[in-house]
């Protein structure tokens, strides 16, 4: 565990043994939790991203204000807040050459649940946030780079297909497990399994409307309030 202490960590507690793996977590947690989505539709004059749509802060419902640059931007940033805090997780516990598969991964995996949830529940927003697909996209390409491209081409597939964002994003993490064992190991499987849970949990609405058949397609979405 003393591998895992960063030299910070014993600067800020006074040299206390602190494992590294919680303070690594709470800096990627940090990282997932800036709304990004929320800061560049208020930079851009658009108002709160929260009181249109379905609400969220992510790329999709920023979409929704018509501003296509800016969905893109909010896409890439979520996404890149998950890399940064993955390769940050490696510089700050002093192995950059550690594997990704086995047991020694395990605070990169860590830092990818972490900065997820910060995405999913920031504490700045009473633990409101988005709903975690390019925040995995990110953390999926930085562990793993095929596995993060196949997620990307089924989510193309089925929203080209099915005309539907949140099936797409859906069937994209139900499958990504899958390919995580098969491309790396169990230990990543089971790490993207968590992050497909709590994507799931953050589109139960979804879910439901899929379910119901009331699930708006592509291009048929809500308007700006």
Request: hydrophobic content about 55%; overall charge positive; charged content about 10%.
């Amino acid at each position: 565990m003393d591998s895992y202490v960063p030299v910070f960590a014993s600067w800020l507690f006074g040299g206390a043994a602190l494992p590294g793996f919680i303070v690594t977590a709470l800096i990627a947690y940090l990282f997932g939790s800036i709304p990004f989505g929320l800061l560049l539709t208020r930079a851009a004059g658009l108002g709160d991203i929260r009181s249109i749509g379905s609400g969220n802060i992510g790329a999709t419902n920023v979409l929704r204000t018509g501003n296509k640059p800016l969905a893109a931007a909010t896409l890439l940033l979520d996404a890149g807040k998950a890399i940064v805090a993955v390769l940050v997780t490696r510089t700050l516990l002093h192995n950059p050459d550690v594997p990704v598969g086995g047991g020694e991964a395990w605070p990169l995996y860590l830092a990818a649940i972490a900065v997820f949830a910060g995405h999913c529940f920031p504490v700045w927003l009473q633990f409101k946030g988005g709903k975690g697909v390019a925040v995995m996209i990110g953390a999926l390409l930085v562990l793993s780079w095929p596995v993060g491209l196949i997620f990307c081409a089924v989510w193309l597939l089925i929203a080209f297909t099915r005309k539907m964002s949140s099936l797409a994003a859906l069937t994209a993490a139900a499958t990504a497990p899958i390919f995580a064992y098969v491309f790396v190991d169990e230990w990543l499987a089971a790490t993207v399994a968590v992050l497909a849970i709590l994507l799931f949990f953050q589109h139960r609405t979804n879910i439901a409307r899929l379910l119901s058949g009331t699930e708006p397609r592509i291009g048929s979405g809500k308007k700006a309030a």
